[in-house]
């Protein structure tokens, strides 16, 4: 026996994931939680997710609830979960500005919000986990979703229809920096001191030089993700992040309850480099090189959360990504394994105060199936939900 759930399987940016509107679940959050684990085949000690819809990457490993809101100042509410692969559990404490570039289109496909035949749907999402309100501009054609189109976006082999995500911040948008320096000396089990910028912009992150792991900063994933001493080391360094910016009361708590949150980046100035698809980047194209760790592997490309992260204190004097930089541009360019990514921030300092503007990057999304996913009928055998 089983019971059939409506969702959409959407590519957003470099992510993949389901897409679910709440109702579809049930409404207990431990049984939501215990539903949405096993259509994703999590835990598997095997990291494939087998027996499941995830793809046992955390980028492809991931759900979005979206739901009308009941602001008036946007159209739906965005809910993001990461799905771990090993273990039964889901972080919902953070987003995913990759998935976000989905948001829009699915919200218009399920008629959550009106748009116009042709031109551009502006879509004004809350993004739940992070108090953020974030505009989509989707375009339309003929009175659909258009999917195709010309923008490339590295880490995705084809070209789409341009999605602009705009980030909008509170004029007082707090923060910024928890610990109130753009450069903090953690103590680090294992490591001793280190220097590293703790943000909270576009997701709560640890920033810290390349070297600081023993690496030149332009290494792709396939060398380091089977290093499990140095994603050690790494969960060292993001755990006591964790507990200096005040999210987590102890190391151990940090990697149990918040594997998704914050994010560790490393990143060095900018050289020559080669792609994970065998393209040269050339050091007079980027400002900086850039790596995002997500739940303890190497992004394949870069996480839209850590790319606002890094792109912001590349702006603020004193941090490791702009003492490390070797130029800064009103747009940032960051490269990454997959190739470049380009951010626009507006950031501005107020007596004493880094205050975050807006925050501009695009991505593309495709729907790549829609219909149910099926479960067990014990798992979730209410039919009332």
Not at 344 to 354: D, L, P, T
Request: glycine residues 12%; aromatic residues 6%.
């Amino acid at each position: 026996m089983h019971r059939r759930i409506p969702a959409a399987f959407m590519r957003g940016g470099t992510s993949k994931g389901l897409f679910f509107k709440p109702e579809d679940l049930p409404v207990d959050p431990e049984v939501r939680d215990r539903v949405l684990l096993r259509v994703f085949g999590s835990p598997d000690p095997y990291g494939r997710q087998m027996d499941g819809m995830g793809g046992g990457y955390s980028s492809t490993s991931k759900t979005a609830l979206i739901s009308r809101s009941n602001r008036p100042d946007c159209d739906v509410d965005y809910l993001f979960g990461q799905v771990a692969v090993d273990r039964a559990f889901i972080d919902w404490s953070g987003g995913c500005d990759n998935l976000i570039g989905a948001v829009g289109p699915f919200a218009i496909e399920e008629g959550l919000v009106e748009a116009p035949v042709n031109g551009f749907s502006r879509v004004r999402i809350w993004q739940v986990n992070l108090a953020q309100r974030i505009i989509a501009d989707v375009p339309m054609r003929g009175g659909q979703v258009e999917e195709n189109g010309g923008f490339l976006l590295d880490g995705v082999i084809f070209p789409g229809a341009e999605i602009r995500i705009e980030y909008q911040q509170e004029a007082e948008s707090p923060g910024l920096f928890p610990t109130g320096n753009v450069a903090d000396r953690l103590q680090v089990v294992g490591m001793g001191t280190l220097e590293a910028t703790l943000i909270n912009a576009g997701m709560p992150t640890v920033i810290v030089d390349a070297a600081t792991l023993g690496l030149a900063g332009t290494e792709l994933p396939e060398a380091l993700n089977s290093n499990s001493v140095l994603f050690e080391r790494v969960e060292s360094i993001r755990s006591a992040g964790a507990v200096a910016m005040g999210l987590s009361a102890t190391l151990e708590e940090a990697t149990r309850q918040r594997p998704h949150s914050p994010k560790l980046a490393f990143v060095s100035p900018s050289v020559d480099y080669i792609t994970a698809s065998g393209v040269n980047i050339e050091a007079g194209a980027i400002d900086l090189v850039a790596r995002v760790v997500s739940m303890g592997k190497l992004h394949h490309a870069i996480t839209g959360t850590g790319a606002i992260a890094i792109a912001t204190a590349l702006k603020v004097p004193g941090t490791v990504a702009n003492r490390l930089a070797e130029s800064r541009n009103e747009t940032a360019t960051l490269g990454h394994a997959s190739g470049l990514l380009k951010v626009g921030v507006e950031i501005s300092e107020r007596n004493g105060k880094w205050l975050l503007g807006r925050i501009v990057m695009s991505r593309t999304a495709r729907r790549l199936m829609e219909g149910w996913v099926r479960i067990p009928i014990e798992v979730w055998p209410s039919e009332t939900g």
